[in-house]
């Protein structure tokens, strides 16, 4: 982990105002949450505040989770310049700090899969613990195999499902890439309200429940 570490601190150090484009697919939450009285969110793998900032300007509770220093430093810089607050951790999502049932929904926009599949086993653990029961869980993931031209061909496969560009800014950092049937298989303690491929068919969106009656 210390070396992914280290790759994403690095990746932050070089790319300050990386990410700036919204998906449309993560904005469009906002009705959902409106109509569901959500108010409680977790960004989870938060970065420099893409999508936290985002949230946060709408009204929404926000709390981040990233391991990179980096990043969490970033975003703090950016909440403060916004008069913005959020309760940010720097530290690895395997396990979280938050008590059970906190969050009226989590976000994990292109996160999980820069981890090896036991850990996101249980990073799905955990997740579900923190939410609220009736909350939402929306991924962004990567879908699998690879497409032909991710990162111009230059990747290197590490294990099955799992690669890493040999190459450029992401250089060492892995990458899994889940089938449709996979994800059903992850996420078969939440009722999955959603499970779509975006518009550029690369990642899966997956939005998720945590039912009562579960
Ligand atoms: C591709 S970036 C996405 C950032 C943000 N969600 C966005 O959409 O702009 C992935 C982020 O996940 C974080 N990350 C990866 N594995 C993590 C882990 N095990 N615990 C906490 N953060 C992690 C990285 O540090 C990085 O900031």
Known sequence: ????????????????????????????????????????????????????????????????????????????????????????????????????NFFDAILSIRV?????????????????????????FFINIKKYPPWKDWKDGKFARIDDHLYAPTEGPEKGIIHYFFTKAELEELFADFSIINLAEDKKRQHYCLLLNKNNSK
């Open 112 to 136: 999980i899969e820069h981890n090896e599949l036991s850990s996101i086993r249980m990073i799905i653990k955990d997740v579900y613990r923190v939410t609220k029961a009736g909350g939402y």
């Open 1 to 100: 982990m210390e070396s992914q570490l280290n790759a994403w601190n690095s990746l932050y150090k070089q790319q300050e105002d990386r990410n700036k484009e919204l998906q449309e697919e993560v904005t469009a939450l906002h009705d959902l949450f409106q109509k569901n009285k959500v108010q409680n969110i977790l960004d989870l793998g938060c970065g420099s505040g893409r999508y936290l900032l985002h949230f946060a300007k709408l009204g929404y509770t926000l709390s981040g989770i990233d391991i990179s220093g980096e990043a969490i430093k970033q975003l703090t810089e950016r909440l403060a310049a916004e008069n913005l607050q959020a309760d940010l951790q720097c530290a690895d999502m395997i396990q979280l700090s938050w008590q059970d």
